[in-house]
């Protein structure tokens, strides 16, 4: 099923993190937080919807929409307020319907929260590419990570775009076990509500 938002942001931001000209930092330094870069740019109010379909070995579907909205912001950290729906959860026992969470993110965090080391079985990579974005095409930067355990892989890929509030606009997740398919997942942004700034609501007549 679906990775903490938070997870995904931080694997996702690297990308960006890497990019910069500047001297690489160390495990210790405070850097940027990816989340943090991403939801910032926004006014309190801006909220960002995706879908996300998983197909099951079996055949079998489950639905879910997950709306992320910027509650509280400052110069120091932010709040995110995050509502997952999942379509038909009655037909699967202890799923709710409906759950809500609320995410800080600091404005700046140490280097080693948005770097993964090279480990055995786990491996990334990394590009550009042209996606389908509400209908728009846009160039977005994507992270490819493979983690393998024994007979199981796991394939996670990330596309983020700059200039949209969270920054993730797609992700997919394809999970096998012994060379076959366990389940599977595509998520993609549906709804962007960009609320105005209060400068910009104050020159409306």
């Given amino acids: ?3 903490a938002l938070a997870a995904l942001l931080v694997l996702a931001g690297s990308v960006a993190i890497a ?5 690489r930092p160390k495990p210790g330094d405070m850097v940027n937080n990816p989340p943090y870069a991403h939801w910032a740019q926004f006014p309190v109010g801006t909220s960002v919807t995706t879908k996300e379909v998983v197909t099951l070995a079996d055949g079998n579907t489950v639905e879910t ?9 400052s110069k120091d950290r932010l709040t995110v307020e995050t509502l997952v729906t999942a379509a038909d959860a009655s037909k699967y026992a202890g799923v709710a319907e409906q759950t809500k969470t609320l995410t800080d993110y600091p404005a700046k965090v140490k280097f080693e929260r948005t770097n993964s080391p090279d480990s055995a079985g786990y491996s990334v990579t990394e590009g550009k590419e042209i996606v389908d974005v ?13 983690t393998t355990n024994g007979d199981e892989t796991t394939v ?9 509030p969270g920054g993730i606009v797609k992700q997919t997740m394809v999970k096998k076990k012994a060379g076959k398919v366990s389940s599977q997942s595509a998520m993609q942004l549906v ?14 007549p």
């Fill in 19 to 23: 990019a910069q000209p500047a001297e």
């Fill in 65 to 73: 929409l997950v709306t992320s909205k910027l509650v509280a912001k």
């Fill in 156 to 164: 996670e890929k990330i596309w983020t775009v700059q200039n949209m």
């Fill in 1 to 3: 099923m679906r990775r």
């Fill in 191 to 204: 709804n962007v509500a960009k609320k105005p700034s209060a400068k910009s609501a104050a020159k409306k």
């Fill in 134 to 146: 509400q209908g728009k095409q846009v160039e977005a930067e994507w992270v490819e990570a493979t």
